[in-house]
């Protein structure tokens, strides 16, 4: 989260989610309405005493995103009861994931608390590359170089203007210079012209000396090169539009190319999260009844994407 791209994919991706409604629908006669579940509460309002939605959500994503699962514990009235009374987000660090005669127990560690809950009281959304426990985590495989390049990057461009990895320009005088006269041609040259007072000074220059300007610059170490590509290369481990996350060079801000581009993000990168979150509420909350369902609202995020696109 260090890298700006790594944090404004997670941001995005996880504000959008939270942002969503999830509305709980009820079939009736072969058709479906939205109704007044208890449960609807808890996933739109306060799944926690501790937390909104909107937080509990945006955490939720996170983890998923960067440690390749979401896990939350599924608060009911007692060990007998199918009743849900909240939700409760735990860190993947938090969690051990075993098998047991083809079913999954989740072993979970907080505050020097341990405590064992079996697959039916937990919510766990796997990113891609689930091997029957756990989904592949981003941070180990797939951001592990393209992050670390982006660090590396950012570490060597804040040391480079932090400590001036070079002067704007060189004074020439003929034949060799002792140091003593060195540092008093620096600390003269200083003197006179450094200063906001002193910036439009003529420098008089004598003795035969000249003075050269250095253009070496960031863009000739590659530097810019390199981090945009970077953000690049981590838009595109997100899936997130580059111009979604503020890089714009190679992208017009104008036109439908955008507006197609942040509805494809709805359908394409917040998709493929939504629909997982789903069937995992769907089958945990109400069992094996097919006459409730949760499903995310998406049309509103669609139309604001659409009317809020800068238009040519």
């Known amino acids: 989260m260090k890298v700006s791209a790594v944090y404004a994919s997670v941001a995005l991706i996880g504000g959008a989610i939270a942002s969503l409604p999830l509305p709980i629908y009820k079939y009736s006669g072969g058709d479906r309405e939205k109704t007044d579940h208890p449960a609807w509460w808890l996933l739109n309002r306060q799944p926690s005493p501790i937390c909104s939605a909107a937080v509990f959500w945006e955490s939720f994503i996170g983890s998923l995103l960067l440690h390749g699962d979401g896990f939350a514990k599924i608060i009911r009235p007692s060990k007998v009861s199918r009743d ?10 938090e969690v051990e994931v075993l098998e047991d005669k083809g079913r999954l127990i989740y072993v979970l560690q907080r505050d020097n608390k341990r405590e064992t809950v079996s697959q039916d009281d937990m919510i766990h959304v796997p990113g891609p590359g689930f091997n029957g426990k756990n989904g ?3 941070i180990k495989y797939v951001l592990l170089n393209a992050a670390g390049i982006a660090i590396a990057a950012d570490q060597f461009s804040s040391a480079f203007f932090k400590n001036g990895a070079r002067p704007d320009f060189a004074l020439e005088f ?3 210079l002792t140091e003593d006269q060195q540092d008093m041609i620096r600390s003269t040259w200083g003197d006179r012209h450094q200063g906001q007072s002193n910036a439009h000074l003529p420098a008089l220059m004598s003795g035969g000396a000249k003075v050269h ?5 960031a863009e000739d170490a590659q530097l810019i090169t390199t981090r945009e590509f970077q953000v690049e290369d981590i838009a595109r481990i997100f899936g997130v539009p580059p ?18 581009m942040s509805i494809g993000f709805v359908k394409y990168t917040l998709g493929r999260y939504l629909v997982k979150i789903e069937q995992e509420l769907n089958r945990k909350l109400f069992g094996n009844t097919r006459e409730y369902f949760a499903e995310f609202n998406t049309a509103g995020l669609e139309r604001c994407l659409l009317y809020t696109s800068p238009s040519p």
């Open 84 to 93: 849900v009374i909240g939700f409760e987000w735990y860190k993947k660090s």
């Open 174 to 176: 003929p034949g060799s």
């Open 136 to 138: 592949m985590s981003q």
């Open 243 to 260: 111009h979604m996350i503020g890089h714009t060079k190679n992208n017009t801000s104008w036109g439908t190319g955008v507006e197609q």
């Open 213 to 217: 300007e250095l253009t070496m610059n």
